[in-house]
Protein backbone atom coordinates (compact mmCIF):
# COMPACT_ATOMS: atom_id res chain seq x y z
CA UNK A 1 0.00 0.00 0.00
CA UNK A 2 1.65 3.54 -1.02
CA UNK A 3 1.02 5.94 1.34
CA UNK A 4 2.87 10.01 0.73
CA UNK A 5 3.23 12.06 3.81
CA UNK A 6 4.30 15.78 3.36
CA UNK A 7 5.81 17.87 5.76
CA UNK A 8 7.44 21.10 6.48
CA UNK A 9 5.08 23.98 4.83
CA UNK A 10 4.11 27.14 6.84
CA UNK A 11 3.92 30.76 6.91
CA UNK A 12 7.16 33.11 5.52
CA UNK A 13 7.76 36.53 4.64
CA UNK A 14 8.23 37.16 0.53
CA UNK A 15 11.62 36.49 -0.30
CA UNK A 16 12.29 33.73 2.29
CA UNK A 17 12.88 29.52 1.88
CA UNK A 18 11.12 26.82 2.56
CA UNK A 19 11.79 22.89 2.28
CA UNK A 20 9.24 20.71 2.12
CA UNK A 21 9.37 16.80 2.56
CA UNK A 22 7.40 14.02 0.66
CA UNK A 23 7.83 10.72 2.97
CA UNK A 24 6.73 7.39 0.79
CA UNK A 25 6.23 3.83 2.02
CA UNK A 26 5.21 1.14 0.10
CA UNK A 27 6.73 2.76 -3.15
CA UNK A 28 9.81 1.59 -4.33
CA UNK A 29 12.62 4.26 -5.07
CA UNK A 30 14.96 1.83 -7.00
CA UNK A 31 13.17 1.55 -10.00
CA UNK A 32 11.45 3.24 -13.02
CA UNK A 33 8.79 4.98 -10.94
CA UNK A 34 8.24 8.85 -10.73
CA UNK A 35 7.05 11.45 -8.03
CA UNK A 36 5.92 14.82 -8.43
CA UNK A 37 4.93 18.04 -6.34
CA UNK A 38 1.63 20.17 -6.99
CA UNK A 39 -0.11 22.93 -5.66
CA UNK A 40 -3.19 24.10 -5.43
CA UNK A 41 -4.41 27.86 -4.16
CA UNK A 42 -7.91 28.56 -3.62
CA UNK A 43 -10.22 28.84 -6.42
CA UNK A 44 -7.54 27.46 -8.87
CA UNK A 45 -6.76 24.30 -10.57
CA UNK A 46 -4.16 21.75 -9.43
CA UNK A 47 -0.78 22.64 -10.64
CA UNK A 48 2.01 20.77 -11.27
CA UNK A 49 5.24 22.34 -10.89
CA UNK A 50 7.97 19.89 -9.88
CA UNK A 51 8.89 15.94 -11.26
CA UNK A 52 11.87 13.49 -10.45
CA UNK A 53 12.10 9.97 -11.97
CA UNK A 54 13.96 8.31 -9.66
CA UNK A 55 16.27 6.18 -11.45
CA UNK A 56 17.91 8.70 -13.45
CA UNK A 57 17.34 11.77 -11.41
CA UNK A 58 16.10 13.81 -14.09
CA UNK A 59 13.54 16.47 -13.20
CA UNK A 60 11.20 18.49 -14.65
CA UNK A 61 9.62 21.87 -13.46
CA UNK A 62 7.06 24.14 -14.66
CA UNK A 63 7.22 27.76 -15.69
CA UNK A 64 6.50 29.49 -12.57
CA UNK A 65 8.65 27.86 -10.40
CA UNK A 66 12.60 27.16 -12.44
CA UNK A 67 15.10 28.29 -11.18
CA UNK A 68 13.52 29.31 -7.57
CA UNK A 69 12.12 25.37 -6.37
CA UNK A 70 14.14 22.42 -6.82
CA UNK A 71 12.84 18.80 -6.40
CA UNK A 72 15.59 16.42 -4.95
CA UNK A 73 15.17 13.08 -4.11
CA UNK A 74 16.91 10.80 -0.80
CA UNK A 75 16.80 7.12 -1.76
CA UNK A 76 17.98 6.42 1.99
CA UNK A 77 15.10 7.82 3.19
CA UNK A 78 12.43 6.97 0.83
CA UNK A 79 11.96 11.00 0.47
CA UNK A 80 11.25 13.63 -2.43
CA UNK A 81 12.45 17.38 -1.35
CA UNK A 82 10.90 20.65 -2.57
CA UNK A 83 13.93 23.38 -2.03
CA UNK A 84 11.48 26.97 -2.54
CA UNK A 85 13.65 29.59 -2.61
CA UNK A 86 12.59 33.35 -3.30
CA UNK A 87 9.22 32.46 -2.35
CA UNK A 88 6.56 35.15 -3.85
CA UNK A 89 3.05 35.44 -2.61
CA UNK A 90 1.73 33.82 -5.54
CA UNK A 91 3.17 30.73 -3.87
CA UNK A 92 0.81 30.19 -1.37
CA UNK A 93 -1.01 27.26 -1.45
CA UNK A 94 -1.43 23.57 -0.18
CA UNK A 95 1.30 21.43 -1.72
CA UNK A 96 1.07 17.73 -2.66
CA UNK A 97 3.02 15.44 -3.54
CA UNK A 98 2.13 12.41 -5.59
CA UNK A 99 3.58 8.97 -7.26
CA UNK A 100 3.43 7.42 -10.23
CA UNK A 101 4.52 3.62 -11.05
CA UNK A 102 6.31 2.97 -14.45
CA UNK A 103 7.85 6.12 -15.70
CA UNK A 104 8.92 4.88 -19.36
CA UNK A 105 7.29 5.58 -22.10
CA UNK A 106 5.53 9.16 -23.39
CA UNK A 107 3.42 10.99 -20.46
CA UNK A 108 3.49 14.47 -19.14
CA UNK A 109 5.66 14.71 -15.77
CA UNK A 110 3.06 17.94 -14.80
CA UNK A 111 -0.06 16.28 -15.10
CA UNK A 112 -2.32 15.51 -12.21
CA UNK A 113 -4.24 12.31 -14.41
CA UNK A 114 -0.55 10.90 -14.67
CA UNK A 115 -0.12 10.38 -10.89
CA UNK A 116 -2.32 7.51 -8.90
CA UNK A 117 -1.10 8.13 -5.75
CA UNK A 118 -1.28 11.32 -3.60
CA UNK A 119 -0.66 12.53 -0.30
CA UNK A 120 -2.97 14.87 2.13
CA UNK A 121 -0.91 18.13 1.29
CA UNK A 122 0.99 20.58 3.28
CA UNK A 123 -0.05 24.20 3.87
CA UNK A 124 2.64 26.87 2.27
CA UNK A 125 1.42 30.85 2.95
CA UNK A 126 3.78 33.65 1.96
CA UNK A 127 3.25 37.40 2.90
CA UNK A 128 4.04 40.38 1.14
Known amino acids: QVQLVESGGGSVQAGGSLRLSCAASGFPFFSNNAMGWFRQAPGKKREGIASIFLSSGTTYYADSVKGRFTISQDNAENTVYLQMNSLRPEDTAMYYC????????????????????WGQGTQVTVSS
Open 98 to 117: AARFDARGAWNPLAESAYAY
